[in-house]
């Protein structure tokens, strides 16, 4: 059975309690984690009501460490308190906890740029391959923001002093010619996987190139834990797909999939209006020849006034699709932080076809007797 350990730490990652978050005013009793894909990972910790009042401030960090049976302590996931309530349950009165991933300090900043200017135009002609331009705004959004000079001075730092950037690595798709993306003042990051970073996602995904972003411990000590900003290809964890381990029904560790064909939002034919003015609206068409073949009356029209200069990323975005899910478990040998974690592409069988799925989420339920329930969901999808 794995093992856990809570550790309660002020803003900066210096713990503050034992392994199990007992400060001396009451320990965890029981607590939920999960860890996603493009999202904000949550924590729900209950703890008795007379837990320390004077530790209940926002982004108090709470680490999950986790050491799978026969494998290595590590952590699973932390997460900044953002929330808490007191309640009576059993007729006792008690406080759950709430916190966020580190995802969510992309959610706490805008891309405060105004239009047409390096920090806020994702082009061709600047170079970037989009896994980097992901990088450049994120930088952009943690530091002083790029405003009129007439402009009143803000409140306040941008910046975040124990977070950086991965450095640029060219590994992405650049930006296809003459369909720039314009994110300025958008939200960097949205909590469904939108804003700015979610559009440069969905660009380099209809080029044909998945690229995974989150943020991830740079450095964790008893008395400090710094962040990091990264960008993954393909999938965000390790590829497993070459080391014989599978997950199927018959095994016992696939469960509930889902197999799907999905033409129902089909477009593929569309058009693009630029409106500059009253007498100056430009229309640029896009079309998919093979789908619009496909049937005498599968011409799937639609329009977009999207920010970029052509319809190209919207028809692609519009594409029929064939999607896999399920949940997948622990079985014998095979274990969550050995076998296989979350971000990992992995090889799923269903109805005789196999796919390299990645598992996008990962929750653990940690009972009070130390009794573990795990969770997860598996995603494979393709154009179809």
């Not at 401030?57 to 050491?67: G, S």
């Not at 953002?82 to 580190?102: F, I, M, N």
């Not at 005789?352 to 007797?369: G, R």
Request: with cysteine; hydrophobic share 35%; proline share 5%.
């Amino acid at each position: 059975m794995a093992s856990h350990e809570v550790w309660f730490c002020d803003q900066y990652g210096s713990r503050i309690s034992d392994m199990w978050g007992n400060t001396g005013m009451g320990r965890l009793s029981s607590f939920t984690a999960t860890r996603v894909t493009h999202g904000i990972g949550t924590f729900t910790g209950n703890v008795p009501a007379s837990f320390d009042p004077g530790l209940l401030r926002r982004d108090l960090v709470i680490q999950v460490m986790r050491t799978p049976d026969g494998g290595e302590n590590g952590l699973f996931r932390s997460y900044f308190l953002r929330r808490w309530e007191y309640s009576v349950q059993g007729g006792a009165d008690t406080l759950e906890l709430h916190g966020v991933c580190p995802n969510d300090l992309l959610r706490r900043r805008v891309v405060a740029a105004p239009p047409g200017v390096p920090e806020s135009l994702i082009s061709r002609v600047a170079g970037n391959t989009i896994d980097d331009a992901m990088k450049n705004i994120v930088s952009a959004a943690t530091s002083a923001p790029i405003l009129p000079v007439w402009y009143p001075v803000d409140y306040g730092s941008r910046t975040f002093s124990q977070f950086s950037v991965e450095g640029s690595t060219g590994d992405g798709p650049l930006p296809v010619k003459n369909e720039d993306i314009d994110v300025s003042y958008e939200k960097l990051f949205t909590p469904d996987g939108g804003g700015a970073l979610g559009q440069l996602a969905a660009a380099a995904a209809s080029l044909g190139t998945d690229i995974y972003y989150d943020v991830v411990p740079l450095v964790m000590t008893g008395s400090e834990m710094t962040y990091v900003f990264r960008t993954r290809l393909d999938q965000p964890g390790i590829d497993r797909t070459g080391r014989g381990v599978l997950f199927s029904q018959e095994r016992g560790n696939l469960l509930n999939p889902t197999l799907t064909y999905d033409y129902s939002e089909e477009e593929n034919y569309v058009y693009g209006v630029i409106e500059k003015g009253p007498y100056d609206t430009k229309i640029y068409q896009r079309y998919t020849k093979e789908a619009l073949d496909a049937s005498s009356w599968n011409r799937c029209e639609g329009v977009t006034d999207q920010k970029g200069i052509s319809a190209g990323p919207y028809l692609r975005s519009k594409r029929p699709r064939v999607s896999f899910t399920g949940t997948i478990t622990d079985s014998s040998g095979v274990q969550l932080g050995v076998d296989w974690d979350w971000g990992d592409r992995i090889v799923a069988r269903y109805l005789k076809l196999q796919f390299n799925a990645i598992v996008k989420a990962v929750t653990i339920t940690v009972a009070e007797d130390g009794s573990e329930t795990i969770g997860s969901r598996l995603e494979y999808e393709e154009n179809a």
